[in-house]
């Protein structure tokens, strides 16, 4: 079993930046895809940026591309999320993710195992 606990939302202003961490435990996730996801009020789920294993490979939604960076350090388990020039349609809770495969990126919401349970981001106009 894999725990993930998200931390580092908060409320910013508009073209302001965050960085979240998803702290991994029960297992080490050198091994594993990660990603980040997010759900704004009265809308799905959607996919935000995932990483290979390795971190190598990359992906991420059209809507943050050029803005959000996603990391993956292995050695202190744990996937940032560096989140730059935040627009108020940013506002959301995200959601880390992890799944036990290599070589892949997986963008898919229900293509993830282990999730945490959330970090509220809130970005003001």
């Known amino acids: 079993q894999v725990q993930l606990v998200e931390s580092g939302g908060g409320l910013v202003q508009a073209g302001g930046s965050l960085r979240l961490s998803c702290a991994a435990s029960g297992r080490t996730i050198n091994n594993y895809s990660a990603g980040w996801f997010r759900q704004a009020p009265g809308k799905e789920r959607e996919f935000v940026a995932a990483s290979q294993a390795s971190g190598a490979t990359t992906y991420y939604a059209d809507s943050v591309k050029g803005r959000f960076t996603i990391s993956k350090d292995n050695a202190k388990n744990t996937v940032y999320l560096e989140m730059n020039s935040l627009k108020p349609e940013d506002t959301a809770v995200y959601y880390c993710?992890?799944?036990?495969?290599?070589?892949?990126?997986?963008?898919?919401?229900?293509?993830?195992?282990?999730w945490g349970q959330g970090t509220q981001v809130t970005v003001s106009s």
């Open positions: 993710a992890a799944l036990l495969i290599l070589g892949k990126v997986v963008t898919a919401t229900d293509g993830y195992r282990y």
